[in-house]
């Protein structure tokens, strides 16, 4: 049984806790919160043996193999470091660091102690994804026609987002989400999942480009991306302020592969230019990180494994091409977050 700690105590905490459940290969053992009262009542509800406003507890606790990151995105690097260095495996929810140099960091020393660092990732490790990847990729081998590039979307309104606009109108500090300071805004949220599948299925673009509206503050509120590859396009809407039901779409030959919230992959349709439509993947899991869980724990308790190995290596250039590409996108919309050393872990 691989025994978690936690940090952070948001709904994401809840929903990855729960998939962890699920899966039989976890267990709950520490929760850390700087708040006494939110760390007692996440570890009351999930059974944690204790919970505590230490992270020191969890760090130096024997018991303790892997701790769950799902803190504010500025503070995924230095929490990170001290994990690593501690001798603990670290799984960070996405959006996992704010540069590469972070990034390269936080592997060269889970690398040095003999520990894995993963990215939270979950829409990238479910078998919806993997049914996806090779159904394109068998159209890709089998297509008669020059391959023109795909079209995705993402609108969610933040619940957050009008808590924002009154507190710039009173020219207070926003919430976390919306906060340069934080590593907050529109792409360091949303823009992560289709960058992920967009570098995954299509890999890295020779040129990129963010044209993004911006509020009082300077965070990115709504914008389009343009990922330019040597024959082909991605254009990419994402937005923390309107709702968008528009699907995203891959277009290849006469037909076009429609995903259904590409955060998550819930469905994935087949579309032809007779605008006849057959459903190809409608699976429905229990819970969107039990995949991710399944996958990593198998990485965890086979070390040692070649070809798990390799599957990890994967993982760990995959994480760096999108933390890469979003590092361009941020400077080609001069978007200044923060990526210096924060130790405050604000949970």
């Known amino acids: 049984m691989i025994k978690i700690g936690t940090i952070g105590t948001s709904w994401i905490t809840e929903e990855f806790l729960r998939a962890a459940r699920l899966t039989n290969l976890y267990q709950l053992h520490g929760v850390y919160s700087r708040s006494v009262d939110s760390g ?25 193999d892997v701790i769950y990151i799902a803190s ?26 704010s540069s590469v140099a972070q990034l390269k960091e936080l592997h060269q020393l889970a690398d040095e102690n003999g520990v894995f660092v993963f990215e939270g990732a979950a829409h990238i490790h479910n ?14 081998s089998e297509k008669t026609q020059p391959f023109y590039g795909a079209n995705f979307n993402m609108g969610q309104y933040s619940s957050r987002y009008l808590r924002y606009l009154d507190d710039m109108e009173k020219e207070k500090k ?21 960058i992920y599948v967009a570098m995954d299925l299509f890999g890295t673009p020779s040129s990129v480009r963010y044209l993004a509206q911006k509020g009082p503050n300077g965070i990115d509120l709504f914008g389009h991306i343009h990922l330019s590859y040597d024959d082909f396009a991605v254009s990419i809407f994402i937005s923390k302020a309107v709702h968008s039901e528009l699907t995203s779409e891959i277009y290849i030959d006469d037909e076009t592969l429609v995903i259904h ?24 899991p229990e819970n969107p990180l039990y995949d991710e869980l399944m996958s990593f724990a198998e990485v965890m308790n086979n070390p040692e494994d070649q070809h798990m190995k390799i ?4 993982w760990k250039q995959l994480s760096l091409q999108v933390t890469q590409t979003m590092e361009l996108l941020r400077r080609s919309a001069k978007i200044s977050i923060n990526t210096e050393l924060n130790e405050d872990t604000n949970a």
Do not use: C, W
Not at 135 to 140: D, E, H, L, S, V
């Open 127 to 140: 078998r919806n994804y993997q049914r996806l990847k090779q159904i394109y990729r068998n159209k890709m």
């Open 72 to 97: 504010p995105n500025s503070l995924h690097y230095a929490q990170a470091r001290r994990v690593l260095k501690a001798g603990k495996h670290v799984i960070i929810e996405k959006t996992i660091v």
């Open 174 to 194: 926003g919430p976390n989400i919306f906060e340069l300071d934080m590593s907050g805004g529109t792409l360091m949220d949303l823009g992560v999942y289709p």
């Open 40 to 64: 007692k009542d996440l570890a009351t509800v999930f059974q944690a043996t204790y919970y505590t406003d230490e992270l020191n507890n969890l760090l130096f606790d024997p018991e303790i």
């Open 261 to 284: 919230e590409i955060s998550r992959i819930s469905r994935v349709d087949l579309l032809n230019a007779n605008t006849e439509q057959k459903t190809l993947i409608d699976y429905k």
């Open 311 to 314: 599957v990890y290596e994967d």
